[in-house]
């Protein structure tokens, strides 16, 4: 069984930046899609990027592109993050998932981490 935990979530002040990182264990990390979500209170999750086994295939929500970077690292097992420019409109639980393929459907993702909260203040 997997295992993913997200880091890095905090608060930040509006065209700041944030990292998020997420560890997986449990199954080979190299083999497998990783996605970030996010839900905002009120809202459903919604899809933010996602990327591929070898790094080299990227999506991203039309809300975050130019402004997030989704990368990963097959050797540390870890999937990063990078958010610049964010905006009060970011605010939300932000959950790291992994699955057999980048998909921007949540139902493609088998196992989810516990979220970590981003909160951008105007």
């Known amino acids: 069984q997997a295992m993913v935990v997200e880091s890095g979530g905090g608060l930040a002040q509006a065209g700041g930046s944030l990292r998020l990182s997420c560890a997986a264990s449990?199954?080979?990390?190299?083999?497998?899609?990783m996605g970030w979500f996010r839900q905002a209170p009120g809202k459903e999750r919604e899809f933010v990027a996602a990327?591929?086994?070898?790094?080299?295939?990227?999506y991203y929500a039309d809300s975050v592109k130019g402004r997030f970077i989704i990368s990963r690292d097959n050797v540390k097992n870890t999937l990063t993050l990078q958010m610049n420019s964010l905006r009060p409109e970011d605010t939300a639980v932000y959950y790291c998932?992994?699955?057999?393929?980048?998909?921007?459907?949540?139902?493609?993702?088998?196992?989810w981490g516990q979220g970590t909260q981003v909160t951008v203040a105007s």
């Open positions: 998932a992994t699955g057999p393929t980048p998909t921007t459907n949540s139902y493609g993702y088998d196992y």
């Open positions: 449990g199954r080979t990390f190299s083999a497998y899609a």
């Open positions: 990327i591929g086994w070898n790094g080299v295939i990227t």
